[in-house]
């Protein structure tokens, strides 16, 4: 089982750049595929980015992709977030998800493909 930990938001004018962590304090996320969502007020939760277990398939949302870079470490059971040329339409609470899989198309875009869940980390970014 992990046990996840968001890390990294806060405030960003639009142009910026910043990045986000997801940490699993259970140190069990080299066999999980991980991925981030978010969520602005009123909105659904919405998918941004996916990592494979392994991290040879990455995928994303249309709105981030080119903006947008999803890495793992497994050595040290992370998943990064970089986040450039942010809009003020990326401003949002940030989750980071995890499953126990190795399949390379679990579902990924899917809020119901994934049963572990971090607290959430919120960024914003002001025009």
């Known amino acids: 089982q992990v046990r996840l930990v968001e890390h990294g938001g806060g405030l960003v004018q639009a142009g910026g750049s910043l990045g986000l962590v997801c940490e699993d304090s259970?140190?069990?996320?080299?066999?999980?595929?991980v991925a981030w969502f978010r969520q602005a007020p009123g909105e659904e939760r919405e998918f941004v980015a996916a990592?494979?277990?392994?991290?040879?398939?990455?995928y994303y949302a249309d709105s981030v992709k080119g903006r947008f870079t999803i890495s793992r470490d497994n050595t040290m059971n992370l998943v990064y977030l970089q986040m450039s040329n942010l809009k003020p339409e990326d401003t949002a609470v940030y989750y980071c998800?995890?499953?126990?899989?190795?399949?390379?198309?679990?579902?990924?875009?899917?809020?119901?493909?994934?049963?572990?869940w971090g607290q959430g980390t919120q960024v914003t970014v002001s025009s």
């Open positions: 998800a995890a499953v126990r899989t190795s399949n390379y198309n679990w579902g990924p875009s899917s809020v119901g493909s994934y049963d572990n």
């Open positions: 990592i494979s277990w392994r991290g040879g398939f990455r």
């Open positions: 259970e140190r069990a996320f080299s066999a999980y595929a």
